[in-house]
Nanobody, 127 residues
């Protein structure tokens, strides 16, 4: 059974950086796409980034809101997924979640396609 645990959130000033981590426990992480999502107060959870599993090409995809500022990476041997967030903006304030999926690439941004979720880590960006 897969379990996920995020860490690394905190309070940062606008323009600053944070690196989130997601620890994966269970069967091989190589079999899964690993996605990052976020949910701000009063808003729906939204897609942020995904690291595609090696067997499906190993690429990364990003939302338009974070492209060029965030970078997703994975260490399959250590079963860790990371989200490096640079040039943070107040609108990046949210709880960030990691999740796993085996969906076809056409559905990789869809929240419903992800199976297991972590408890989330809070990121607050002050102006």
């Amino acid at each position: 059974q897969v379990q996920l645990a995020e860490s690394g959130g905190g309070l940062v000033q606008a323009g600053g950086s944070l690196k989130l981590s997601c620890a994966f426990s269970g069967v091989s992480m190589r079999d899964y796409h690993m996605g990052w999502f976020r949910q701000a107060p009063g808003k729906e959870r939204e897609f942020v980034a995904v690291s595609v599993r090696p067997g499906s090409g190993g690429r990364s995809f990003y939302s338009d809101e974070v492209k060029g500022r965030f970078t997703v990476s994975r260490d399959n041997a250590e079963k860790m997924v990371y989200l490096q967030m640079n040039n943070l903006k107040p609108e990046d304030t949210a709880t960030y979640y990691c999740a796993n999926s085996q969906v076809a690439l056409s559905g990789i941004r869809l929240i419903a396609m992800y199976r297991t979720w972590g408890q989330g880590t809070q990121v607050t960006v002050s102006s």
